[in-house]
């Protein structure tokens, strides 16, 4: 009996080798819808095939990656010192201005960098988990996992070394800012 494959209505002859076509969505990561704070901060996330934004500027990571980071209407003078801001990968914790450790990933942009508008772009990794760094965290290289179950509470999350993470912004050197969150804009990162 002669075997037959069929694929997209083609009717192969038997003997011949067949190829497999994935057909993906047409889903541009490029095409991100920018999350904007209270102050018209905004920020937004653009990668390769593996990362893809839902339209309200958040992000599914489907695997590991650079991603790049554009902003615009950052303010990047926190007491006058032009600093400018941090983008960073990792969740936010209380302390999370002042201690690095939290972060898979980081960029200082100075304000000398910033366009006219507040406006940088920057390139970051994103990872589903990472060790943290046991210098900043007091932990033993702990390890952060991105997998956040939004069923459980942020404390069971938190036992289980799972944390909400996003790509996010805030003021320089752990230079406080007037208002405080001026310069802070969070675009969540899903697993």
Not at 145 to 153: E, G, M, P, R, V
Not at 170 to 180: E, I, L, Q, T
Request: charged fraction near 10%.
């Amino acid at each position: 009996m002669a075997r037959i494959a069929r694929s997209f209505g083609i009717t192969l002859a038997a003997g011949v080798a067949a190829v497999g076509i994935a057909v993906l969505p047409a889903v541009s990561a490029s095409a991100a819808t920018a999350v904007t704070n209270d102050y018209g901060a905004s920020l937004s996330v653009s990668g390769p095939a593996s990362v893809v934004t839902d339209g309200s500027g958040a992000v599914q990571g489907v695997s590991n990656g650079t991603v790049t980071v554009t902003g615009d209407g950052f303010d990047g003078n926190a007491q006058g010192r032009g600093f400018g801001v941090y983008v960073v990968y990792g969740p936010k914790q209380a302390d999370y201005a002042t201690n690095s450790g939290w972060f898979a990933s980081a960029q200082w942009v100075s304000k000398s960098a910033f366009s006219a508008g507040g406006g940088f772009t920057t390139t970051i990794d994103i990872a589903k988990s990472y060790t943290a760094d046991p210098h900043h965290t007091g932990d033993a290289a702990a390890t952060v996992s991105c997998d956040y179950d939004a069923a459980k509470t942020a404390s069971a999350n938190a036992a289980l070394g799972q944390y909400e993470c996003f790509v996010q912004t805030f003021s320089a050197h752990g230079v406080a800012n007037d208002p405080a969150d001026l310069d802070e804009v969070q675009v969540p990162v899903t697993w």
